[in-house]
């Protein structure tokens, strides 16, 4: 999933140099929710395996 939201951030810097400020603020939302979805599910990661070695 990060490297979904690194495509979309190189899509959306591409976009945003040649001047399509549409397809730049698209692809930059679709990157920003991807990384929040992988950084949730890292949180969620750590905090399972920490549990689980805690018991």
Not at 48 to 55: D, K, T
Request: glycine letters at 12%.
């Amino acid at each position: 999933m990060l490297y979904w939201a690194l495509v979309f951030l190189v899509v959306a810097i591409i976009a945003g140099a040649l001047g399509l400020g549409g397809i730049a603020g698209a692809s930059a939302g679709i990157a920003q929710l991807l990384l929040f979805i992988f950084l949730a599910f890292l949180v969620i990661s750590v905090l399972a395996g920490f549990f689980r070695r805690a018991s």
